[in-house]
């Protein structure tokens, strides 16, 4: 494969991981009976901390205040995967392909991490939502 190709894919690592990961849930509720709980419940809830913005809210009183309106949400999360990627692929495009696609993941891991922990120091979380 050419450097350019390989160049071009090292920025899909991440949106595609990022795709993929919408089918935890449904992985989860389908293999809920042979999965361990906790990756059960990391499946399915894990899309919600990677797109669920909307959801970020601190307690106030008796209910809770939303860190962004929904358009706000929409925005924060689509720069923030947007930044990823673009920073992602700058660095990782001088990577043998089989080390950027692999380690995409953990670079979202990451990322999400730093992104919550940063919510959590102004007193927000992600409010979860499931069964």
Same mark, same amino acid.
Request: avoid cysteine; aromatic fraction near 16%; proline fraction near 8%.
């Given at each position: 494969?050419?450097?350019?190709?390989?160049?071009?894919?090292?920025?899909?690592?991440?949106?595609?991981?990022?795709?993929?990961?919408?089918?935890?849930?449904?992985?989860?509720?389908?293999?809920?009976? *042979?999965?361990?709980?906790?990756?059960?419940?990391?499946?399915?809830?894990?899309?919600?901390?990677?797109?669920?913005?909307?959801?970020?809210?601190?307690?106030?009183?008796?209910?809770?205040?939303?860190?962004?309106?929904?358009?706000?949400?929409?925005?924060?999360?689509?720069?923030?995967?947007?930044?990823?990627?673009?920073?992602?692929?700058? *660095?990782?495009?001088?990577?043998?392909?089989?080390?950027?696609?692999?380690?995409?993941?953990?670079?979202?891991?990451?990322?999400?991490?730093?992104?919550?922990?940063?919510?959590?120091?102004?007193?927000?979380?992600?409010?979860?939502?499931?069964?």
């Amino acid at each position: 494969m050419s450097d350019q190709s390989s160049s071009r894919l090292s920025y899909a690592a991440v949106p595609l991981w990022l795709a993929l990961s919408i089918a935890l849930p449904f992985i989860a509720i389908a293999a809920h009976r *042979i999965l361990p709980r906790m990756i059960g419940n990391f499946a399915f809830f894990a899309p919600q901390y990677l797109f669920s913005f909307s959801q970020v809210v601190k307690p106030s009183g008796y209910g809770y205040s939303p860190l962004f309106p929904q358009p706000g949400a929409t925005i924060f999360g689509a720069s923030l995967w947007l930044v990823t990627t673009v920073v992602y692929g700058l *660095i990782a495009k001088r990577w043998p392909r089989r080390r950027f696609f692999w380690l995409a993941p953990i670079a979202i891991i990451v990322v999400s991490v730093l992104v919550h922990a940063g919510f959590s120091g102004f007193g927000y979380t992600l409010q979860l939502d499931g069964p």
